[in-house]
């Protein structure tokens, strides 16, 4: 069975671009979870869907991020303009429902790197 | 948003060797998951822990979950070299409802040959 897909593995870009991460989360799958991880604050939280929908945007940072989930098997984070301090490792996952007894699958990151 | 508390940040042990690596919390959580995650992959489930006083065992790793469901502990006994990665705990507060979870930072874990 495929995992949680995501692309590109690595991106650098120069500050100001516009980024974009994309996911495929595993088919079936009704809930999907974008983290963002750094050696300073570990893995955090940013938004996650359910049925397609975002339920809870709060650790997005700020006006810069968004995400989109258009279907039920795609999902965009987008940085505009980015900035250094956006670099770190930003994880997708899918779980079938969003509560917390149920395993979450993750995808093996994107390493954005902000010069 | 709960905070998890994990201890040790690192820790650098010889092969065969015992360790016990902790995830503290002063809120209760309804159920807690240990992940393990290597250099350039994302984190993968290790097991799931519901009921307070919970112990499961997986090969040579022991999760336990505290009485009171604030705490939780893993356990590796005769540690090998493919233990090592990054050790995780997550806790979901929402009582089954549509929070996500919250993850610790971590214990880095190198077992040495």
């Known amino acids: 069975d495929a995992g949680v897909i995501q692309s590109p593995r690595h991106e650098v870009t120069e500050m100001g671009q516009e980024v974009t991460l994309r996911c495929k989360p595993i088919s079936g799958h009704n809930s999907l979870f974008w983290y963002r991880q750094t050696m300073m604050r570990g893995l955090e939280l940013l938004i996650y869907f359910n049925n397609n929908v975002p339920i809870d945007d709060s650790g997005m940072p700020e006006d810069r991020f968004s995400a989109k989930m258009p279907n039920a098997s795609f999902s965009t984070l987008k940085i505009q303009p980015s900035e250094p301090r956006d670099s770190a490792v930003y994880f997708c996952?899918?779980?079938?429902?969003?509560?917390?007894?149920?395993?979450?699958?993750f995808g093996d990151g994107t390493r954005l790197s902000i010069l | 948003t709960q905070l998890l508390e994990q201890s040790p940040q690192f820790l650098s042990i010889q092969e065969g060797e015992n360790l016990t690596v902790y995830c503290n919390s002063s809120s209760v959580f309804s159920s807690l998951q240990w992940y393990r995650q290597e250099p350039g992959e994302g984190p993968v489930l290790l097991v799931t822990?519901?009921?307070?006083?919970e112990v499961k065992k997986l090969k040579r790793l022991t999760f336990q979950f505290g009485d009171a469901r604030k705490d939780s502990s893993l356990h590796i006994t005769a540690a090998q070299p493919g233990d090592t990665g990054l050790y995780l705990c997550?806790?979901?507060?929402?009582?089954?409802?549509?929070?996500?979870?919250?993850f610790g930072k971590g214990t880095h874990l190198i077992i040495q040959p």
């Open positions: 822990v519901v009921t307070g006083g």
């Open positions: 996952a899918s779980s079938l429902t969003p509560g917390g007894a149920q395993p979450q699958h």
């Open positions: 997550a806790g979901d507060d929402s009582g089954g409802g549509a929070d996500g979870l919250t």
